[in-house]
């Protein structure tokens, strides 16, 4: 009988597992079927630790953006503060309590208190920005409608990465929530994240509208 090419092939295999006794072939199944069920779980295993670490990085990324926006909107405090502070040199405490939050969040240990501080900084900016009504004559002061325009910008590109950043949030605290992703969050270290909520009664924070 001509022998097939490339080599000896699966026959003497079959041969000898047909060989086998009854039991060594359940054995062998059972081996068979445990290393399918090992491999099963363990990618499924690396792929839900993969996706919650993902996640986390997401967020930490995400929130990377807004602190860069806050940043900005704190370059710009300063420079405002002083010159409203040539039309209302005696408000005093507000601006004492601007000077306050900005060094609150600069000196915050942690993304809890950098948002706390954050939103300590929007309330009294808007306060701030309120005096306006008070002295008109800021409105026709050229530094100060400068720094409204950069204001505005900057206010309109941290609510905007305010969104993404809370959308990332979402993700992750939700898929934490579940069975399986609070088990693999877990065996990452990776916790619930904290959202940037607006501060209580506010809607839209600060409002820069000074037409």
């Known amino acids: ?123 009294a900016l808007s306060r701030l920005l309120l005096l306006r009504e008070q002295y008109p004559q800021l409105r026709a002061n050229e530094n100060f409608l400068k720094l409204q325009d950069s204001l505005e910008g900057t206010e309109n590109r941290i609510a905007v990465e305010r969104k993404r950043y809370n959308d990332a949030v979402q993700e992750l605290n939700t898929y934490i929530r579940t069975f399986y992703g609070r088990f693999f969050a877990t065996l990452a270290g990776v916790q619930k994240a904290e959202y940037y909520e607006l501060p209580e009664g506010q809607g839209e924070v600060p409002q820069v509208n000074f037409q």
Request: proline content about 2%.
């Open 1 to 123: 009988m001509k022998k097939a090419r490339g080599g000896p092939g699966f026959g003497p295999l079959v041969k000898e597992v047909s060989g086998m006794s009854k039991g060594a072939k359940v054995g062998l199944v059972a081996v068979a079927v445990l290393a399918v069920l090992v491999i099963g779980f363990g990618g499924w295993a690396i792929s839900g630790y993969n996706n919650v670490v993902s996640m986390d990085e997401n967020v930490s990324g995400k929130w990377a953006q807004v602190e860069n926006q806050l940043k900005r909107r704190y370059d710009l405090i300063p420079n405002l503060v002083q010159t409203v502070k040539g039309y209302a040199s005696h408000e005093k405490e507000l601006f004492t309590h601007i000077a306050d939050a900005r060094t609150k969040y600069f000196q915050a240990g942690n993304r809890r208190e950098q948002i706390e501080a954050s939103q300590g900084v929007e309330r």
